[in-house]
């Protein structure tokens, strides 16, 4: 019975993959990305945002059973933190944010979808502190907001916001759209040599 639903699934998929993805839909997403090619950035952005949902789902669902080979329940396990252990963090006094309740990409949702997945996301944050949190950080899924976002956060108890842009932050006037650095623009070893974030955070100008 499962063989015949994945394959129901894929005769399903198949029609709107091949009807979606035209020259057109590769000139949008087939972009070179800061740290992949083109076409891994194009299987990218069909699977997160430009096919269907029900398409994208069963096209990641058969793909995460091909390639895993476990229970997705099973490999979160293994692979992120429990709420146990985000306590943990905060009890040692890390600050925990948030990033989302599905991570999806907030620009893509209506203003009453965009409210309850901020909401979502507070909820979570008030079961890792123990209670509801203020001036919360927020770190957008996939870069991605919109004027709604920066209206509806602050609301929530948010206080700053980041992006995916690649800068350092001079100060807070826009609190809700900082740049940020991502682990991979920093050094890898203790014995690197000194990067040009650092060199620019200790001088008075910032990155172009």
Not at 56 to 74: D, M, S, V
Not at 114 to 133: M, S
Not at 186 to 203: I, K, M, N
């Amino acid at each position: 019975a499962s063989a015949s639903t994945a394959s129901s699934k894929r005769r399903q998929a198949r029609p709107c993959f091949g009807g979606f993805v035209n020259a057109a839909v590769k000139r949008q997403y087939a972009h070179a990305g800061r740290f992949d090619g083109p076409e891994v950035i194009f299987i990218k952005r069909v699977l997160q945002r430009g096919l269907p949902e029900p398409v994208r789902a069963a096209i990641t669902a058969r793909l995460f059973e091909e390639h895993a080979g476990a229970e997705e329940a099973t490999v979160a396990q293994e692979l992120y933190m429990d709420l146990a252990q985000l306590r943990a963090m905060v009890r040692a006094g890390m600050e925990v944010g948030g990033h989302g309740a599905d991570h999806v990409w907030l620009d893509s949702l209506s203003r009453a979808d965009q409210t309850h997945e901020i909401e979502r996301t507070a909820a979570f944050l008030a079961r890792v502190h123990g209670h509801r949190p203020a001036g919360w950080v927020m770190c957008y899924p996939f870069g991605a907001y919109n004027a709604d976002t920066l209206d509806l956060l602050p609301d929530a108890g948010c206080a700053l916001g980041l992006t995916t842009r690649v800068d350092l932050v001079p100060d807070l006037r826009a609190p809700f759209e900082l740049a940020r650095l991502d682990t991979n623009d920093l050094p890898f070893s203790g014995d690197a040599p000194v990067s040009q974030w650092t060199r620019l955070a200790a001088s008075v100008g910032t990155p172009a």
